[in-house]
Structures are given as structure tokens and as C-alpha cells.
């Protein structure tokens, strides 16, 4: 008996062949965007600035010589007690500007604070809030309230 050529075994010689081709075909990467230059990255503070971190180490330094070096003893060792006590210094008000708010931005601060770029002014309390015992809070009554309770509800 002949056999019949199957029409799916051509299609599959056919997409083998296209495969192969494929195969031995170099890979070039398709450019979706211009390519982008690749950004500096900079720190935030130039190595010759003196940060709290770098005065603290200084004034270690410094004592440490003092006591390898043996010479010169007093005067390096105050000036290390100092340099990393000025160190220590900074650092504790930093972290104080950081806790309540405050950037640390450099010269040109101001002291008003934003948010989503507009100045945020606090909201100064009215009158005190007086406390019960427990954990309940009243607030200060308003004038209208006041005539209620002197004279009775009105009708």
C-alpha cells in the first residue's frame, strides 16, 4: 500500500528547518529606548569635610598617639578628648534634628518645615485640655455649649 504524506509532518519539517535557521543566526538585541548614560554617583559630604563619625575617630587617633609616641602625652591626649567629644557632639545633635523633624541641609535652611512642598504651620491649641481620671480627655467647651448648660436646652 502507498502511504499518504501527512500535512503535519510537513509543517513540522518546516518549523524544524526555521528553528535551525534561527539557531545559527547571530543574537542581536533589540533597542527598545535610546541608551542612557550611567549616573555619577556622588556622596553626600566631600572626605576633607569633618563629620561627627570623623571627628570621633580623630580624636581616638589622637590618643592613641599619645600613648604609642609617649611624647606629648598631655596635649594630645586633650586635644583627642576634645576633637572626639566635639565629635560626639554633632553627632547627638543630629540625631536630636532628625528625631523632632529639623534637615540638616546645610547653610541655606530654614526653619520652616514643608510637606509635599508647602509650608506646614502647626495648629497652636486653643485653651487647655483638661484631663480626668482614667483615660478620657475634655476638651474646652465652646460658648454656645456654655449658655446650654447655664440657662438649659433650648425647644
Known amino acids: 500500500m502507498p502511504q499518504v504524506e501527512d500535512p503535519n509532518e510537513k509543517v ?10 534561527d539557531e545559527r543566526r547571530p543574537v542581536t538585541p533589540i533597542r527598545v529606548a535610546r541608551p542612557v548614560t550611567p549616573r555619577k554617583v556622588r556622596s553626600g559630604t566631600p572626605l ?23 611624647r606629648f602625652v598631655l596635649p594630645l591626649t586633650l586635644a583627642g578628648f576634645v576633637v572626639a567629644g566635639i565629635g560626639y557632639y554633632m553627632l547627638v545633635m543630629r ?12 547653610p541655606g535652611n530654614s526653619p520652616t518645615q514643608y510637606w509635599r512642598g508647602k509650608p506646614v504651620n ?3 491649641p486653643t485653651g487647655p485640655v ?7 480627655l475634655e476638651f474646652p467647651d465652646s460658648l454656645q455649649t456654655k449658655k446650654r448648660r447655664r440657662f438649659g436646652r433650648k425647644r
Do not use: F, H
Request: net charge positive; no cysteine.
Open 95 to 106: 540625631k536630636r534634628r532628625a528625631k523632632y523633624g529639623i534637615s540638616s541641609g546645610g
Open 130 to 136: 483638661k484631663k480626668r481620671d482614667g483615660n478620657i
Open 122 to 124: 502647626p495648629v497652636e
Open 12 to 21: 513540522r519539517e518546516q518549523i524544524e528547518e526555521i528553528l535551525a535557521k
Open 48 to 70: 576633607w569635610y569633618p563629620t561627627p563619625e570623623k571627628l570621633m575617630a580623630t580624636g581616638v587617633v589622637l590618643m592613641l598617639i599619645a600613648v604609642i609616641g609617649r
